[in-house]
């Protein structure tokens, strides 16, 4: 591994007072700064980390890793906030929707903690321009007493504005009990991509509509831009089906947004190998389907299971009318926020090949999302 630059930033990182520190090969990250910027690094050619990484300032359990897969014992709460931690960081929050008369009970963050002081804070997250251009992006969060099964909430999650129903779908899963943490690596969508090339992600985690008494923290956020092979990993495993027949479905694919994808055989069978530990979060992509994106426990080292059933499309192969009138194709309308390279083609719909969603790569004055929408309206019959 070659040398790394590491940029570090102080608490008050927008005002880019920084300093700059030459790191040899192997030099781990400072879990104690509360922003932190790596370049080159074999996980990735820029990671961001938002918050010191310390339990929400219990400390960890000795040996213990945040990056294994395993969830933390149980802490104690509430705590005492400290004022140097990132914002959003290391703190109880409790919905905001909440309003004294829960549905179905309050949990003790909710019970121990009152307003303003525990109002949902968006995270802020700056970072470096990448070169070559950002075309992808892992991130990880250490989540704390997420509980929506227990306590009826429904979490909400917007990413520049962007709802990102995926990782709601995954939040709305946990039981974390306890209370306890757990990190959970998320492949962030295409669609929100595109929305990142000022060099910032902006996440606001709420429930604005139940009413509910449920309150959760984060330690930190990393996040992973052009990510490499992370070093924490373990199997992935498991059957990809058609949902109403109960048939395998060869030829899917399956992503966890790290690494290559990997297809099913003629039993529907696939292997994903080197998975990220935590909460891994996982894409299934099938021609004529609408994707599933499922969660699953995986400790690194180790093999766990996930079986996809997937849903048929309400859009027919190969067409590449415009119901809509929108000037851009049906399949266009249903696929943009999918790993490039299979945004298309599972529709049946022609596209040119493209390598990068927002750079114009031929210098022809198009960007390549702007070349792919051009393509299906021309096969759509709707071009300008």
Not at 161 to 175: H, K, M, P
């Amino acid at each position: 591994m070659g040398k790394r630059t590491i940029l570090i930033y102080g608490l008050f990182f927008l005002s880019l007072a920084s300093c700059l520190i030459m790191a040899g090969p192997g030099q781990a990250e400072d879990y104690s700064l509360q922003y932190e910027e790596i370049f080159d690094d074999p996980e990735a050619q820029v990671i961001v980390r938002y918050g010191d990484v310390d339990n929400m300032g219990f400390g960890w359990p000795e040996n213990f890793d945040p990056f294994s897969g395993n969830s933390t014992p149980p802490h104690g709460f509430p705590w005492t906030v400290d004022p140097e931690d990132a914002d959003g960081t290391d703190r109880i929050m409790v919905v905001s929707s909440y309003n004294g008369s829960p549905p179905n009970g309050e949990d003790g963050y909710t019970t121990t903690t009152s307003r303003p002081e525990n109002e949902p804070r968006e995270i802020r997250i700056h970072f470096s321009a990448p070169n070559p251009a950002l075309s992808s992006a892992v991130l990880q969060i250490f989540v704390d007493d997420f509980q929506s099964p227990v306590w009826s909430s429904r979490f909400q999650v917007s990413m520049n504005g962007i709802r990102v129903q995926e990782l709601e779908d995954i939040l709305n899963s946990l039981n974390q009990t306890g209370p306890v943490g757990k990190l959970i690596t998320f492949q962030i969508p295409d669609r929100v991509i595109a929305n990142m090339q000022n060099n910032e992600l902006n996440i606001f985690v709420d429930d604005p509509t139940t009413g509910a008494g449920d309150g959760f923290a984060f330690d930190f956020f990393r996040l992973l831009i052009n990510p490499g092979q992370l070093q924490n990993t373990g199997i992935v495993s498991g059957y990809v089906y058609d949902a109403e027949t109960r048939e395998p479905i060869s030829g899917a694919a399956v992503s966890s947004g790290v690494g290559s994808d990997v297809v099913t055989d003629a039993s529907g069978y696939y292997e994903l190998q080197n998975a990220p530990a935590g909460l891994a979060v996982l894409t299934a992509y099938s021609s004529g389907y609408t994707s599933k994106t499922s969660g699953v426990d995986l400790i690194a080292g180790e093999t766990a299971t996930l079986d996809f059933y997937l849903e048929l499309s309400d859009v027919a192969p190969c067409d590449c009318a415009d119901t809509d009138e929108d000037g851009v194709a049906d399949a266009w309308d249903r696929c943009s926020d999918t790993p490039l390279g299979m945004y298309v083609d599972r529709y049946g719909c022609p596209a040119p090949e493209v390598s990068d969603s927002t750079c114009d790569i031929n210098d022809d004055g198009k960007t390549g999302l702007e070349e792919a929408i051009h393509a299906l309206q021309v096969a759509a019959g709707t071009a300008p």
